[in-house]
């Protein structure tokens, strides 16, 4: 049977068998499909298990995971599932504090000796890496979970656990059918002939808008471009504006100098005509000037 059925993984250490097998008979007498390693379906024989155990863990879409004192430090593939699980984007992962409390989960001096057995695995062992491992741990200590109390019984706790489970479950299907629901309603609307056309005549509409816009910061970018240059001119050439009638362009002409200096004049911000003279190397070069109306 393919693994990828079991929509939720129960990680936990070999001290809970007993625990996490009557929670795997709960689960699947509410409909549920979890991944158990007591399950021929979930671990069939003659197959390799390390392989079958990490892909489960990894397209699960619920994570129980079983905390216990010895979920640290009895066995290496608790902590080896649960490293897959938090790797694993969109998994939701529920803590299950049942033979260790939230408050000693957290306490500084035993997860120390945690820290010291898992630096002694990794030694034989390249696939344990310690800051991989201490980050998990922090995963874990964001995620809302579930303590035991002894007071209410291990019969009322799973009872509370499947039922969390199952509402957990059920929003997630209604979350992926809403999801599917407003993709199939797109793709119809694609299929529709108003639909395209609509939306074609909305795209061009907003092209001509972008083109309006860019042609209009062109057009200020030239009218700069051309004030600074003239006033560049003025400075260059010692220029002395005066007012008289113009034309588009600049003429420099003179007797005995062959060159001749045209100005653009298009860009100019004021519609008062200027004449403008010049003095280089003796000889006086007129220069006239028209402002363009248009600017």
Known sequence: MDIRRHNIFLSHSGSQKDFVEQLCEDLERAKQSPFFDKRPHSLPKGEEFAPLIFTAAQECELAVVVLSEEYFTR??????????????????????????????????????????????????????????????????EGRNGMEYVKAIGEVSYRKDIVATICGLMQRRSQEEGAAAAASDEYENDLQQPGFTTATSRLNRRAFACLRSTLLLILRQVVISLSTFLLLVGY????????ASPSHDLCHCSHDSDPQSL????????TSRPAKLKMKKSGISHAVTIRRSNET
């Open 75 to 140: 066995s290496k593939w608790p902590m080896l599932e649960l490293v897959r699980i938090v790797q694993s984007p969109g998994c939701l992962i529920l803590p299950l504090f049942y033979r260790l409390s939230c408050k000693e989960f957290k306490k500084p001096k035993r997860r120390e000796r945690w820290f010291q057995v898992w630096d002694e695995w990794s030694k034989s062992d390249d696939r344990i890496s310690l800051d991989v491992w201490k980050n998990s741990l922090r995963e874990l």
């Open 235 to 242: 400075d260059h050439y010692n220029l002395d504006p005066r």
């Open 262 to 269: 045209s100005i653009l004049s298009t860009g100019l911000m």
